[in-house]
């Protein structure tokens, strides 16, 4: 069975620096993707960044990074030089046959 | 802007109808997924469609059905509507067959059932 976890609920970043949102998952898919999006207030579902599971690099994209450990099955978003604009809640995502989201973290970027 | 268009945007309607959301994904994409974002039950995977055939079932009740169509927009049917339908009902497209490739939401269709 598929599991994914995001044990934090809420977070509070300082503006400029860089904050860690954890995601552990559970598959027994050899193929699997790891997503992170995020939704604002607004109600949208914005897509930031995907790890295939054969990746052997980090994914990053422009302040996003996915800092994948396969071994521990984790799958942590990494912020560098947080925004006002980006308070959002953030979800974890994990594709494989099928797909499930985690709970979400909600990330307060503070001035 | 995704690209993946949904409409209509929002929808109230009574317990006991039935309602339609229509979904069109990004240009070149043959895969269309459908969720259900609720405040209690969090962001559910409901049906996956690919190139017209269903290819994954996810939480989804008897009272839901789902459809693509050749044009390769899809329907998401909601019948027997009860309170507890009430949620934002999200579409997402891909361009492969697999959940492990990326997806790219449309804005949703927040439906309330009063």
């Known amino acids: 069975a598929q599991k994914i976890t995001q044990t934090q609920p809420g977070m509070f970043v300082q503006e400029k620096e860089a904050v860690t949102l954890d995601c552990t998952y559970d598959?027994?898919?050899?193929?699997?993707?790891l997503f992170w999006y995020k939704q604002p207030s607004s109600g949208e579902m914005i897509f930031l960044i995907y790890?295939?599971?054969?990746?052997?690099q980090n994914a990053t994209e422009g302040r996003y990074s996915l800092n994948f450990q396969k071994a521990r099955k984790s799958a942590n978003l990494v912020i560098s030089a947080s925004q006002l604009g980006d308070s959002a809640m953030y979800f974890c995502?994990?594709?494989?046959?099928?797909?499930?989201f985690g709970a979400g973290t909600r990330l307060f970027v503070k001035a | 802007d995704s690209g993946v268009t949904q409409t209509p945007k929002h929808l109230i309607t009574a317990t006991g109808q039935r309602v339609t959301l229509r979904c069109s994904p990004r240009?070149?994409?043959?895969?269309v997924y459908w969720y259900q974002q609720s405040l209690d039950q969090g962001l559910q995977f409901l049906i996956q469609?690919?190139?017209?055939?269903?290819?994954a079932k996810g939480n989804i009740l008897e009272r839901f059905s789902a459809q693509q169509f050749p044009d390769l927009h899809s329907e998401l049917n909601l019948s027997s509507l009860e309170l507890g339908d009430s949620a934002l009902y999200f579409c997402?497209?891909?361009?492969?067959?697999?959940?492990?490739?990326?997806?790219?939401f449309g804005p949703g269709t927040r439906l309330t059932v009063l």
């Open positions: 997402a497209s891909s361009a492969g067959t697999a959940a492990y490739n990326e997806q790219f």
């Open positions: 598959t027994s898919d050899q193929s699997y993707g």
């Open positions: 790890q295939g599971s054969y990746d052997e």
């Open positions: 995502a994990l594709g494989g046959f099928k797909t499930i």
């Open positions: 240009s070149g994409d043959l895969s």
């Open positions: 469609y690919y190139n017209g055939e269903e290819r």
